[in-house]
């Protein structure tokens, strides 16, 4: 199994520019998570999708952000515009079932907005 | 809602000696319990969790963790560390309830051990 897959692993943008981050979840897995980790706020869930719908994106700190899940396999969060405080770590996890269920972390996107 | 504390956000050992990483949590269900590790410019691993019967969970890597519900802790322990056991270690918490709950975090604990 080739885990959660995140793309890119490294960005640097200037800031107002898009920055579009990708996630290629485990094959079966029907949850979907974005994550954020900063220095200041540690972890804290972004968005949640089952089977491809969004469920909770109550975490989306605004508008600028958004994310899809346009099939099982793939899923995108967006910035636009970015902002220096956007700079962080975006984490894709992926669960299969319930919430006691084992959840697969990506590598983690490391975004910088300069 | 339930919320996770990790007590302390900086652990330094010597390496060989005993560590105990703290975690409490507050929820008014019952709640699954997990121990994630994060090793430099990488992603969450799952070292352990405990979700019913023997209060002891063994994990990877020589960690254990014992859920405690009177005091409602869930700390994490090794009894000999190695140099590669450092990185940040996070307790994590989800309700039981069978939904679809996400995880909520603690703040992290950044374990450094020393030579």
């Known amino acids: 199994d080739a885990g959660v897959i995140q793309s890119p692993r490294h960005e640097v943008t200037e800031m107002g520019q898009e920055v579009t981050l990708r996630c290629k979840p485990i094959s079966g897995h029907d949850y979907l998570f974005w994550y954020r980790q900063t220095m200041m706020r540690g972890l804290e869930l972004l968005i949640y999708f089952n089977n491809n719908v969004p469920i909770d994106d109550s975490g989306m700190p605004e508008d600028r952000f958004s994310a899809k899940m346009p099939n099982a396999s793939f899923s995108t969060l967006k910035i636009q515009p970015s902002e220096p405080r956007d700079s962080a770590v975006y984490f894709c996890a992926s669960r299969a079932g319930r919430s006691g269920n084992t959840i697969y972390f990506g590598e983690g996107s490391w975004l910088t907005v300069v | 809602a339930q919320s996770v504390t990790q007590l302390d956000s900086q652990v330094p050992v010597f390496e060989e000696a005993p560590v105990e990483l703290r975690c409490n949590y507050s929820s008014s269900v019952s709640v699954y319990l997990f121990w994630y590790v994060q090793y430099p410019n990488q992603g969450l691993q799952l070292l352990l969790k405990y979700l019913s019967g023997s209060t002891l969970v063994k994990g990877i890597n020589g960690f254990e963790a014992e859920f405690n519900k009177s005091q409602t802790s869930f700390h994490l322990r090794k009894p000999s560390v190695h140099i590669s056991d450092t990185a940040e270690y996070f307790c994590?918490?989800?309700?039981?309830?069978?939904?679809?709950?996400?995880?909520?975090f603690g703040s992290g604990t950044q374990l450094t051990v020393l030579p």
């Open positions: 994590a918490a989800a309700v039981s309830s069978g939904s679809a709950r996400q995880l909520t």
